[in-house]
């Protein structure tokens, strides 16, 4: 590694620093969204985590997922399916942000999609789904987060810090790989390395909870690919950092 490749994440390592002092090990969780068929760049997104045997939460779009996408995912133990959605579908209004799970459609609709969703789910994968939801852009409408239990979801996983009205447990991502309003740009990895010493700080006063690395492999540009091999490159054999799956954080 260069040398201006350390400096990139000493403030994460000066924040970890206090971690140790804790008797703390900060725990990433990496989520990639809407997969749905195989492609050149999940390829390279499973050979990464395989090459750092990272596990890697995939939200998978259950209405428009391949057979050979299940029989892959079914083959690798680093990769564990979860929902995204039914069909990714935007039901937003036109001035309003884009919503599947709520915009201009009754919590009724919204629920019968969910059930719809944890079936697919629950026969590709059967035992191996995590029983997560990740709601596309995100976003799901308050009435709907209160019954997702009815559903057959028990984890909702969404974006951010903001606690939830859902009926379910939460495991959330906190640091996007990508700046989606600068033109979908992967962010360089200096800017990763702060967002994840923000992050860290925020989860040392919610009891070490643990960051979600937030990935789309479908939009990836180089940068986003050498933001996120350089953060996997520096985390590996750290003892104060543990990439954990889904599972092992929820306990499951
Ligand atoms: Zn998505």
């Known amino acids: ?26 725990r990433l969780w990496l989520r990639d969204d809407d997969a749905y068929e195989l492609t050149g760049a999940l390829d390279r997104l499973v050979d990464m985590v395989g090459e750092h045997a990272i596990a890697a939460t995939l939200a998978i779009i259950p209405a428009l997922m391949t057979d050979a996408l299940v029989a892959q995912v079914r083959d690798n133990p680093l990769l564990f399916p979860a929902a995204h959605g039914l069909w990714h579908r ?16 009754s919590v009724e ?8 969703s944890r079936d697919l789910m629950a026969q590709a994968f059967g035992a191996l789904a995590v029983n997560m939801l990740v709601p596309p852009w995100n976003r799901i409408s308050n009435a709907a987060a209160e019954s997702v239990s009815a559903t057959g ?24 790989l990508i700046d989606w309003q600068s033109g979908r740009q ?33 939009a990836h540009d ?31």
């Not at 040398?3 to 090990?25: F, I, K, M, N, Q």
């Not at 390395?193 to 919610?206: F, N, P, Q």
């Open 186 to 218: 992967g962010k360089p990895a200096t800017r990763i390395a702060s967002e994840i010493t923000e992050a860290l700080r925020v989860a040392r006063d919610k009891d070490f909870a643990p960051i979600g690395i937030l990935t789309h492999h479908l």
């Open 90 to 105: 935007n039901h937003a209004g036109p001035a309003d942000k884009k919503i599947e799970l709520g915009g201009g459609r």
């Open 109 to 116: 609709a919204v629920l019968a999609d969910l059930e719809e």
């Open 222 to 252: 180089a940068a986003a690919w050498t933001t996120l091999k350089a953060l996997f490159n520096w985390s590996a054999g750290r003892d104060n950092i543990a990439w954990c799956s889904a599972t092992d954080l929820l306990g499951r």
């Open 153 to 176: 979801f028990d984890v909702l996983s969404t974006y951010g810090w903001k606690p939830s009205t859902a009926s379910v447990d939460h495991l959330n991502t906190h640091v996007d």
């Open 1 to 26: 590694m260069t040398a201006s490749g350390d400096t990139h994440w000493r403030p994460v390592e000066a924040e970890l620093a206090l971690w140790s002092a804790a008797g703390r090990t900060a």
